[in-house]
């Protein structure tokens, strides 16, 4: 079994390596193609060089961790409440589907205005700082996550209900020993999705409002041609992004073959 | 009594009715919140919002509209295309399906705001727009793609191959088919996302209009109503387009109705 599971994880880091190799060719070869001036587009080993070799890349890599960790924050603390939320609300639509009719049309129009657009209305409403943020974040991963998990919870099988409900279990029995578990999946997959949408969140909020963490520092490097900041910035950013996806999807596939093995 | 409550509750459970009540309870509700803060700054209420839409006039709103829609729509076209067509190679080649989606996941992980202000830079401001739209919509549509061939049945598979057709015949009458209905639902959530690609894009400046840029000029100009009428504007905007891709493709593909549901 657990050999199996190593294979896997290998399997899915190779996966991984290759892609990154893959993308690391295409930015090169746009950047070649489109014949980009070196001192605006930074090449891989450019940024390698800020990292790691310049004379001063501790002080570098100490600005971007402090960053990186200010964007974590942000992304995190949103991520965290929206998922819990979404998970929240997904079960009382289940057991409320008027409730859901309400409230869902509702939520997709405020889903669909984009998220620049909305970034200044919600900053207007709770000020700039930390509670602006993660009302950010919550809002982008809340309503997808939303959608998923209650899509999850509703494909509970008619026997399976019936079961329950003709052994006297109430509505509620139903919930907890057959809807719950079924969602496993649905829950799983939205943890992950969710990662991308949570960081770029954070990171448009710190661009439009506090100009802090990573997204603050790209937009400040933007103005003040620090393209090496602003690129090894970016980096980072998609790299931290990439790996807690990965990390996230194996645990997805692993929990799931368990599952399926119990059952 | 009862029976009123239970048709009252019926009729709530029907999406257009639920919806409109659901707007309405939004509008009260923010109706309530403003009622008491006179000539806020930050907060205008919806009869201030009303006011200042009407008074732009639909000549403001054309000029910046206009352009971000032809931009939000070329990046529409090209990312869909791209996707698509990433889609359409793993349709033939199955094994890289791996590899591609794992692409499809990197460009997924790319900020926009951290890919913006580099293609800006390189691009220029028009062509950042118009990129930035087509990275946020190529994910959903390669994924949407190669989920929907990977929906299509075994057994139908294996009928093709069993009456003497070929991986081709397969590709076409059965894992083509079976993928549109996902593809269809891909386009429609891409579009949105086309929507703000462009706006983030024009946000970033080197753009003379467009949504972006009115809303960012009436920011700092601290007109609360305009932004906040640019803001329902672009939401509305968005929602019709989710809207009639979904009715075009309910048209072009009726075989998935019963999917649906």
């Known amino acids: 079994m657990s050999g199996g599971t190593g294979r896997f994880v290998a399997r899915r880091v190779g996966t991984l390596a290759v892609a990154v190799v893959v993308a690391l060719g295409v930015w090169v070869a746009v950047l070649e193609v489109f014949d980009v001036s070196p001192l605006i587009g930074k090449r891989p080993w450019d940024v390698f060089g800020y990292v790691v070799t310049a004379d001063d890349a501790a002080e570098h890599r100490a600005t971007l961790l402090a960053d990186l960790a200010v964007t974590v924050r942000d992304a995190g603390i949103g991520y965290v409440v929206g998922l819990a939320a979404a998970f929240a609300l997904a079960v009382v639509f289940c057991v409320s589907p008027v409730l859901e009719r309400i409230v869902m049309p509702t939520a997709m129009v405020l889903r669909s205005i984009p998220l620049v657009v909305l970034t200044p209305l919600i900053t207007l409403i709770f000020g700039i700082g930390q509670a602006g943020v993660t009302a950010i974040v919550i809002l982008v991963v809340f309503l997808p996550a939303l959608a998923n998990i209650l899509y999850g919870l509703r494909s509970v099988s008619g026997e399976h209900r019936d079961l329950v409900l003709a052994y006297g279990g109430s509505s509620w029995t139903v919930l907890r020993k057959v809807a719950l578990p079924a969602a496993v999946p649905s829950t799983l997959a939205s943890a992950r999705i969710a990662v991308p949408s949570a960081v770029t969140g954070a990171m448009i909020a710190e661009w439009l409002s506090t100009g802090e963490g990573l997204g603050g520092a790209i937009s400040k490097a933007a103005g003040s041609f620090g393209y090496d900041a602003m690129w090894a910035s970016a980096i980072l950013v998609a790299a931290v992004t990439m790996l807690a996806y990965a990390v996230l999807s194996i645990v997805d596939t692993l929990v799931q073959e368990r599952i399926g093995q119990l059952s | ?261």
């Open chain 2, 1 to 261: 009594m009862s029976v009123a409550v239970a048709r009252f509750r019926g009729a709530l459970a029907r999406p257009w009715v639920g919806g409109t009540v659901g707007i309405a309870l939004l509008l009260a509700l923010w109706w309530a919140m403003t009622a008491g803060l006179e000539n806020s700054t930050s907060f205008p209420s919806p009869v201030d919002v009303a006011r200042s839409a009407v008074a732009d006039g639909w000549g403001f709103y054309e000029a910046n509209v206009v352009p971000t829609l032809t931009r939000a729509a070329q990046g529409y076209l090209w990312g869909n295309l791209a996707g698509l067509a990433l889609a359409a190679v793993v349709l033939v080649v199955p094994r890289l399906e791996d590899v591609i989606t794992q692409l499809g996941v990197i460009s997924a992980c790319l900020p926009v705001t951290a890919i913006g202000p580099i293609v800006m830079v390189i691009f220029g401001g028009r062509a950042s727009a118009i990129f930035l739209g087509a990275l946020l919509v190529f994910f959903t549509t390669l994924v949407g793609a190669i989920l929907g061939m990977r929906s299509a049945s075994r057994s139908s598979l294996d009928l093709v191959a069993a009456y003497g057709g070929g991986r081709w015949t397969q590709i076409r009458k059965v894992q083509l088919m079976s993928a549109l209905p996902a593809i269809v639902t891909a386009l429609q959530v891409a579009v949105p996302a086309a929507l703000l690609g462009a706006v983030v894009g024009e946000y970033l400046g080197g753009i003379d209009s467009g949504i972006g840029v009115a809303l960012n000029a009436a920011q700092r100009q601290i007109q609360p109503d305009r932004v906040w009428a640019l803001s329902i504007l672009a939401g509305l905007i968005a929602l019709g387009g989710y809207a009639l891709v979904g009715l075009v493709g309910r048209v072009l593909t009726p075989w998935a109705k019963e999917k649906r549901g």
